[in-house]
């Protein structure tokens, strides 16, 4: 059984995204009404499980935020424009000197680009231009347009630079998140897979369990028929009935119980299959199978590696470290100065209006133009560049100390974490081990007893038809039977149970089952 996912390295994240049959409504058909195989349940609850839909969204929230980590690189155009009019009113001073009369207007327009590359530097690239045209203080007209061009970068070379990036970081940072995501929703998987094989185990069991409480009500009916028989005859005491018939009710009353029990396990896994109980609320799941196990020889070691290399949390928790060694990474870099190499590289251009007479008054005969002046920047007349750089020492530089000292202890209380869960993961497994071994060593013990109970109540029946026994003996055997009876049943479906949850902690559940979860490129 193969399901793919968003493929997704551990090493190299990439965006991912849950398929969408995960996000698609369930179709209501798909769970069966009548015989279902495990394999079935399997299939249909990676389709419609709730708690699995809802974390398939998890992946695609974190490669919002790793997009936006991303846009941090995005460059800024920027646009300006400046209309202004400047009027100098001509007037009389007291020396009877006359200050004539001017006027200005201009024009300037910006277009800009700026922003930062991986690297931390910092650019921006800038073209203006300016035009001015206006009438002197003499009423001779006049008119000029200038254009630039210019480019600046800013380099950090300690602080800010390699691990101190902060862009870096967060993309980084949003990157694991992802990767996290995508082992939520692998651990979410593995968890609904071992919840449905424990449902439908237990769903066998109670199926079984029904069966044992049918027989026992036929049995405790025909010994109550028999022995109505006999009194009815004469050879037998009606006192003999009430014990009976008080068989055949608590009979009954167990084949309820047993009946309730088996309805709250079509219900649980139906839960587990369906995101819309009322559309399936009618549907009668009979499981197929029998509860048939085999021994397992177990190597500790073996489910240790394994655990320790497929879990989910586990690899969870290494990424936790890689996330706490690269803050670690930033915060130490943060200790450095902020030395910064700065550069510069500048064009610049200009044209003039040119000015003629006629009847010896002045006029523009041909206006400054912005294709003129922008001339002198494509034959780069005019260049201007600069290099430089700025220092800058924050003393005693306390909070970039104390945020370094906070990333080591937190690195250092990740190691321990990781180590902890190491730790519990290697006893937890053990303790499955010893639980699953012991509960195929109760499955032989209790199909002996089973057997034993079996040759008694048949021991006791002859013996009773003999007249060497008592219907009290024989009711007692039977019911030691059919408690026997459901704990053979019991024990066998505790030591599948007992398998499913060291595959879950082993991390091997879907390998198993052959289901082969893969994160794809989207």
Known sequence: MKHYFPRMSFKHTIFAILLGFLLVKPIAEEIPSGPVTLEQCIKIAIENNLNLRITSYQPRLATFGLDGAYSSYDPNFSVGATDSHRVSKGRQNPLEFTIPTSETDSFRHNYGLSGLIPT???????????????????????????????????????????????????????????????????????????SVERAFYNLIADSQNVTIAEDRLKSAEEDLRIMKIKTDVGTEAKTRLPQLEAEVYSSQASLISARNSFTTQVNTLKSLLSADFASVAENELSPVGELNPVQTVFNRTDSWDKALNNRPDIIKSSISLERADIQLKFDKNQLYPQLDLTGSYGLSGSDNAITAFKDKLPYISRSATFDNSFRDIRGGDYPNYSIGLSLNIPIPNRSARASYKSSQAQKEIALLQHKRLEQTIMINIDSLIRQAESSYERIEATRLARVSGELAVKNERTLRDEGASTDFVVLRAERDLTSRRYSEIRAKADYLISLVALAEAEGSILEKHAINVEFTEE
Not at 120 to 135: A, D, H, K, V
Not at 137 to 149: D, K, L, T
Not at 155 to 175: D, E, F, S, T, Y
């Open 120 to 194: 931390n530097t910092r650019y921006s690239i800038g073209l203006n231009g300016s035009e001015t045209t206006g009438t002197s203080a003499n009423s001779f007209p006049f008119g000029s347009y200038g254009a630039g061009f210019s480019l600046r970068l800013t380099q950090p070379l300690l602080r800010g630079a390699w691990n101190g990036n902060r862009v870096r970081m967060n993309i980084k940072l949003a990157k694991q998140q992802v990767e996290s995501a995508g082992l939520d929703v692998k651990d979410q998987i593995m968890q609904t897979v071992g």
